[in-house]
Nanobody, 121 residues
Framework: QVQLVESGGGLVQPGGSLKLSCAAS????????MSWYRQAPGKERKEREL???????????NYADSVKGRFTISRDNAMNTVYLQMNSLKPEDTAVYYC???????????WGQGTQVTVSS
């Protein structure tokens, strides 16, 4: 059974930092492209925003324009874990952050349960 378990969310003041982790199990981690999405308050699932994405070999990394220069995605294939370092957080970063695994070949994908990030003073 595939599981993606996010952790590291919480309440932080504007300008602060958080590091999210997503531990994967039940899949061949190196065969999956890993991404972080977020769903802002009041938005529907279909409106989830891609925040950052990293390929299995880390050759290609993409970021949403809104987080470039502030967020860093990384992965540890030996630990089956993907991270999202978030710095200089803004209130508009408030959302539930979801981990996503998408197979390199085919269309198989998995989602985590999400972790809440709230940026507020």
């Amino acid at each position: 059974q595939v599981q993606l378990v996010e952790s590291g969310g919480g309440l932080v003041q504007p300008g602060g930092s958080l590091k999210l982790s997503c531990a994967a199990s039940g899949l061949t981690f190196s065969s999956y492209r890993m991404s972080w999405y977020r769903q802002a308050p009041g938005k529907e699932r279909k409106e989830r925003e891609l925040v950052a994405r990293i390929t299995s070999t880390r050759v290609t990394i993409n970021y949403a324009d809104s987080v470039k220069g502030r967020f860093t995605i990384s992965r540890d294939n030996a630990m089956n874990t993907v991270y999202l370092q978030m710095n200089s957080l803004k209130p508009e970063d408030t959302a539930v952050y979801y981990c996503n695994a998408h197979s390199i070949v085919g269309t198989t994908e998995y989602w985590g349960q999400g972790t809440q990030v709230t940026v507020s003073s």
